[in-house]
């Protein structure tokens, strides 16, 4: 049961970490579907990185610094040239799996091999707890800064008057803008924060799962990140819950097999989106989305329509 | 814009040209400044995609479900509705398809079971589609989640069908038994009927969104919702007519790629013909008689990406920097239209 817990822990964090970052884009007022995209170049840049240098640290700098200028490019056609955000978004997806393939192929002719990871060790003396040691502090770096970064947007979005500002352009953003808010920056701000965390959970992938890359290695945990934050009804706590329910799902998923269930393998695969689905039909109800959650705010345009 | 001259709408009418070659500019920068060789990955793809009747071929299978799923997203984005779930009401097709095709009827005539597959496909990737209407409708999930979801999941369904209940009869491999000669589509040379289909379903879809009550009413809810609902249209039932729509449209894609060119279900059976339909709708600028040419063009670079691979030795999924770069660009020229 332990080792249940620790694997639902640790599959949670690299969605825990894309969906902070997308919970304060969407409190900002706006959605981006590239989270995968950002998590798939976060992924490369970080194995390229980090086999090329031998250390995990640059990987993860790479990771982040590679989403960055996906969240720029975001940025610059969603949020300035208010094009589109579901559109920039899934033409951003598609720009990163072409990107990485190329890159992978360019990079690795020969194939790749195992990049040096981000240590899966817990804390010393403490991780040696019965029952709950292993779990609280058996855990490795990644776990650690997810949970911190909870915390802190937790404390940023409701403690902070930086986080009022950025609430109200998410709710309202001509009331905000009427009192001299500047609503493309603050969003421009956030897209960038989301990617660097988008980034950031990629690495996890390449750094701390697999230790290595493959085409496409996302597998879509981008999409169940953003259901993250609607199942987590765009609250820290509430974000932090429902990773946990969808890590747990798939330790689940990958005890079950190990326990040799006959269930066909493919069905395995499927469980993690089959349940992330139902839980949007049937779970996620009573949360509020931010009131200008997706829309384009031009200065000069009417209200309403 | 109604001022517009010939002369403006002939130069609007070349952007989608102009992003479409920037794209591919750009995309062949990028190749050569990662050390690939830029010139023979080029000529490997005009020769895979135009140069002899065995390309043009390719080319236009390749063009063919292009065409259906391009068109699937440009009617359900015109009625404001985000299908990015075209993969995966493309695999619901071939996998009703092949089910009718080698289990339930696999000794009917092909005067009934052509037409059988065809609808079968189509109704079955319907439902899928009218699922995620509903689910908008009724449950307020966002249908850019749950399409993109139904993807992943038809993905592993297929997976499952091909080592399970359609798994072939020898069982060696997971494929589906090869679909009986009379399910298979009529072809001219290895360009089946599917392919002639597709081109007649664009003008269909025009017809449907200009000419008929139906099509205006889609139309109405996309552009103005909030005036389409005063009206009495509802928003939430016609997002769920046009993602059905959309749906049967990617669902004969599917039952046209078993019965035309694979002759049997497998997984990988789509390249990923659903998103590239994504580019295919904006480059068209969702209009669905401009979604021809434009289904041409990502046909030919599906094609020619095919040869680029086996001889340049240029990963195939390099041409989705070329999608994701069209979609882009287009958007860009879209707004410039706007502020224009």
Redesign the interface.
Known sequence: MDALLEAAVRLAAPLLLAALGELVVERAGVVNVGVEGMMLVGAFAAFAAASASGSPALGVAAAVGAALLLGALFAGFAVLARADQIVVGTALNLLALGATGLGLRAAFPDGASAAPGVSDGGLPVLGELPLLGPLLFGQGLYVWTALALCAAVALFLARTRAGLVLRAVGEAARAADAEGVPVAAVRCGAVLFGAALAGLAGSVLTLSQSHVFTEGMTAGRGFIALTVVIFGRWRPLGLLGAALFFGLASALQFRLQARGVALPYPVFLMFPYAITLAVLAFAAGGGRAPGDLGRPYAREAREGG | MSGASAAERALRALRPVAAAAAALAL?GA??GA???PATAALQSLVRGSLGSSAAWTATLLKTGPLLLTGLSVALAFRCGV?N?GAEGQLLAGALAATMLATRVAPGAPAALLLPLLALGGAAAAAALGALAGW?RAA????E???T???N??LI??V??AV??PLQEASGAYPQSDALPAAARLPALGRVHAGVALAFVAAAAVAWLLFRTPLGFRLRAVGH?P?AARFAGISPERHGVAALAIAGALAGAAGAFEVAGVTGRLYQGLSPGYG?TA??VA?LARLHPLAVIPSALFFGALEAGAGAMQREA???A?????????V??LS??F??QRRSG
Request: charged share 5%; no cysteine.
């Open positions: 995309a990028v190749i990662l050390g690939f985000w990015i689910l449950r307020g999930v966002s850019v989640i749950s993109i979801l139904l992943f999941i592993q369904a997976a499952w080592q399970g103005a909030v998103y994504i580019a904006l030795g240029i990963p999924v390099a041409t989705e920097v070329v999608q994701g770069v979609i882009l958007v860009g879209a707004l």
